[in-house]
């Protein structure tokens, strides 16, 4: 039969028996084996076991970089503190100040705070500074290299080493930011000298400190009465005593401080006084009251006064006398009552407890 124009032609019909249907289990004439999700266990191995690898080799990475921060030679710290560029010499400090401030010894278990040679080497860069004037156009990095140096010098326990380099920094007329760090740095020294037993006689610090209190600059003379309280001279003891009456309370506080810091109970009434004024007036003490800013500073200042006044109380409870002790609670209990500050509250029961009250 032949086909005509027009028509469509037609497949003849497929022998479906004649080919195999493909099935998906099967390869070739063999099934797949069904599958299975990856177990937990699996899982674990797959990705914890390298993730420990990893996390070994970069603990042993970062152990040996610390080690190294560690036992790497000061030399270099000290060598880049000296550096004209402003960010070497400040990675050099900060690497020096963990350093100490981690209690880190040399490899013939010195302490580094107590290394001489270190010592040595910082007090000479800062007197290399201290002696040379910079150009008006690099006073500020001069300032910069300078605090770094005697915030480090302030680090160490060394007083016959460092102590003559910070008395040049707190004479007058250089910067008042270099004497500032100055008079902070053989603070923190000096604290540390008392808190190991450890007497400081520096006649000519001593000497700068008292004239530092009498100037007008209300900062250096806060700060120099604090660096004061270090010295066990009989100068400095009798001018920490004539500043309990001076007209600035912070100054005040830093002598009465000092003096109970050596044993005497002389600055006692300052502490009384304090916390008599905020037993007296409890809005002196009320946290709506400040509106300006300046109102705000004074309070803030009050605040803080009347909070480390308590604080020196309850440290020296124990050596006061059964009747001043008695006293000093009488003084205090106003301050614990439901309409004052939590935090003073709260202060106020610990220092009763203190006192036996």
Not at 242 to 254: F, G
């Amino acid at each position: 039969m032949t086909n005509e124009p027009g028509d469509i032609q037609r497949p003849p019909p497929s022998d479906q028996s004649a080919e195999p249907v493909a099935d998906e289990n099967r390869i070739g004439d063999e099934e797949l084996p069904p599958v299975e999700p990856p177990s937990p266990r699996f899982i674990a191995q797959l990705f914890l076991i390298p993730a420990l690898i990893v996390g070994g080799i970069v603990g042993l990475v970062l152990f040996f970089g610390w080690v190294g921060s560690g036992t790497r030679d000061w030399q270099t710290l000290v060598t880049n503190l000296g550096r004209d560029n402003s960010h070497r010499r400040g990675r050099a400090a900060h690497d020096l100040a963990q350093l100490l401030n981690s209690d880190h010894q040399t490899a013939r278990n010195t302490p580094l705070r107590q290394h001489p040679p270190l010592a040595d080497a910082i007090a000479r860069l800062a007197r290399q500074r201290l002696d040379n004037e910079s150009a008006a156009d690099q006073q500020a990095d001069h300032r910069q290299q300078l605090v770094l140096m005697l915030g480090l010098l302030g680090l160490l326990d060394t007083p016959e080493t460092t102590f003559p380099v910070l008395g040049l920094a707190i004479t007058a007329g250089r910067d008042p930011v270099v004497r500032k760090t100055g008079l902070e740095a053989i603070a923190a020294a000096g604290k540390r000298a008392v808190d190991r037993d450890a007497a400081i006689d520096d006649p000519a610090t001593v000497d700068r400190l008292i004239s530092i209190v009498s100037e007008n600059d209300a900062s250096l003379r806060r700060d120099a009465t604090a660096a004061l309280g270090i010295f066990r001279s009989a100068a400095a003891r009798a001018r920490l005593e004539s500043l309990l009456d001076d007209a600035d309370a912070i100054t005040r506080y830093n002598a009465a401080a000092a003096l109970v810091h050596q044993g005497s109970q002389k600055g006692l009434p300052v502490f009384r006084n304090f916390l008599q004024s905020a037993a007296d007036d409890k809005s002196l003490l009320d946290l709506d009251r400040p509106q300006t800013s300046d109102e705000s500073r004074a309070f803030e200042e009050r605040w803080l006064l009347v909070r480390l006044s308590l604080k020196a109380i309850g440290n020296m409870a124990e050596n006061l006398s059964a009747q001043q002790r008695a006293d000093i609670a009488r003084l205090i209990t106003p301050l614990v009552s439901d309409d004052r500050a939590a935090r003073i509250r709260i202060d106020s029961k610990r220092v009763l407890q203190q006192l036996g009250h």
